[in-house]
Nanobody
Framework: QVQLVESGGGLVQPGGSLRLSCAGSGFDLRYYRIGWFRQAPGKEREGVTCISNSDGSTYYADSVKGRFTISRDNARNTFYLQMNGLTPEDTAGYYC???????????????????WGQGTQVTVSS
């Protein structure tokens, strides 16, 4: 079955960097749309960045453009979220997700993803 295991969260000072990893098993990453999502206390889960499996297009939320980068290593069946220039507003639980749905529609909409990692906490504070 599809499994996703996240790692890399933690506490970082404002302006710092973190890299999150999402290791997949039970499926071939090449044929799945992939995404990173986050959820802060009292807020809805939101799409941070996602890659389509239909044409490889990438979405970034406006709040992270220029600071966050999504990447993938198909050979390792793993994808990553590099986060630079972190601010306290980036504090949240971060979740990776995948889905075989091959369309750009709703690329970074949480309800369009059927498989989720367990989440990892990112806290940005001095």
């Amino acid at each position: 079955q599809v499994q996703l295991v996240e790692s890399g969260g933690g506490l970082v000072q404002p302006g710092g960097s973190l890299r999150l990893s999402c290791a997949g098993s039970g499926f071939d990453l090449r044929y799945y749309r992939i995404g990173w999502f986050r959820q802060a206390p009292g807020k809805e889960r939101e799409g941070v960045t996602c890659i389509s499996n239909s044409d490889g297009s990438t979405y970034y939320a406006d709040s992270v453009k220029g600071r966050f980068t999504i990447s993938r290593d198909n050979a390792r069946n793993t994808f990553y979220l590099q986060m630079n220039g972190l601010t306290p507003e980036d504090t949240a639980g971060y979740y990776c997700a995948v889905d075989p749905l091959a369309t750009k529609q709703g690329l970074c909409t949480p309800r369009r993803y059927g498989y989720w990692g367990q989440g990892t906490q990112v806290t940005v504070s001095s």
